[in-house]
């Protein structure tokens, strides 16, 4: 099937494309178009107006800048992937990275157009959620900067206005003693997460975990943090038992559903699992060597 007509425009700046965005209705931003135009083709979206965002050169790149890794809203999943900032020192983006699609839709598709999309087996959610992160948004009234913990609100619903486009991603810059993983379990090359874990942890002068972020991939309604396996953690010595503690309660808070990719209580079994081995790759990235130990029953 071949998509509903629609108007297309090309703004090559950001004021361009928000003064669009808020001068039509039924506008619909379109990235990489992976998600967007299949929707279209299928007459599951019919906007009349697509605001074409590839030609904004400024919003491409990944990049360390007043405390924060920032991502630029025109940045593909394969610019992340070959990032040598982002292989150096942000394990958990590294990780997700080749986990995402196949080459075509890593090539093309791009981190805030998975992010707006909200697809809850959408994996970067889950690593900005781990990481504090925050999503940067501009619309007619100006920019604002939301707190990844409020931007997920529904399965493909978040918490951008219909006038916004989303232009940043950004989470804390890593520190000294920080580490970070991702860990995705699939049926296949190329499938959507079956249960993915995120995980970040700063630990202090001693060792102890000061921070620990949890985020879960495909066993929520929208990707999803897992507060109470954080707590567990936070100022505890890492050990293969608090990371077997921390990945019980992870199983426990997070509310999986079968489907074509699998059955519930299988998805939450391994959601311990990942859990505790993306626990261990991050302290291990954070400098300290952990003893993996038996996996959570
Ligand atoms: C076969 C296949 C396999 C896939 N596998 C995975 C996978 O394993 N893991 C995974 O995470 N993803 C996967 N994806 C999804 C892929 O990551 C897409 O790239 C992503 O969902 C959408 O990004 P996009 O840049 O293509 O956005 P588009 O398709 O262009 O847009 C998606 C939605 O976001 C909105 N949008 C995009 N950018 C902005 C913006 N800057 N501001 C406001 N709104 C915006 C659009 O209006 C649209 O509603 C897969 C997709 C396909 C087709």
């Known amino acids: 099937m071949k998509a509903a007509p629609f108007e297309h425009h ?28 299949p929707l279209m083709r299928f007459r599951l979206s019919t906007p009349e107006t697509v605001v074409d965002i590839n030609g904004i050169e400024e919003l491409n790149y ?16 394969a610019d992340v992937e070959e990032s040598d900032l982002v292989a150096d020192r942000y394990g958990s983006f590294a990780d997700a990275a080749p986990e995402i699609g196949d080459p075509q839709i890593r090539n093309r598709g ?3 157009g998975s992010i707006a999309q909200a697809d809850p087996k959408g994996d ?4 900005v959620l781990a990481h504090d992160g925050e999503l940067v948004a501009r619309g007619p009234d100006g920019r604002r900067t939301i707190p990844a913990d409020e931007f997920f609100l529904f399965p493909y619903e978040t918490d951008l206005a219909g006038d916004e486009l989303l232009t940043e991603v950004r989470v804390p810059a890593a520190r000294e003693r920080e580490g970070s993983a991702y860990r995705k379990l699939k049926r296949k090359v190329g499938d ?10 700063i630990l202090d002068g001693d060792g102890t975990i000061e921070t620990a972020g949890i985020g879960l991939t495909s066993v929520d309604l929208t990707n999803s943090r897992a507060a109470e396996a954080e707590a567990v953690l936070e100022g505890e010595a890492p050990s293969a038992d608090v990371f077997r503690e921390a990945a019980e309660a992870a199983r426990e808070e997070c509310n999986p559903e079968t489907d074509e990719h699998g059955d519930a209580e299988y998805k939450r079994r391994m959601v311990g699992v990942l859990t505790q081995r993306a626990l261990a790759d991050a302290v291990e990235r954070a400098g300290i060597p952990v003893e993996r130990g038996r996996a959570a029953q």
């Open 10 to 37: 090309e703004p090559t700046t950001v004021d361009e494309a928000v003064s669009l965005l808020a001068s039509v209705d039924e506008a619909t931003v379109l990235a990489g178009g992976q998600s967007q135009v």
């Open 192 to 201: 959507y997460a079956m249960a993915g874990v995120a995980t970040r942890v």
């Open 124 to 127: 970067w959610g889950s690593v």
């Open 110 to 112: 791009t981190v805030a």
């Open 62 to 77: 990944v990049r360390e800048a007043d405390g924060h890794l920032r991502i630029g809203a025109l940045t593909r999943h």
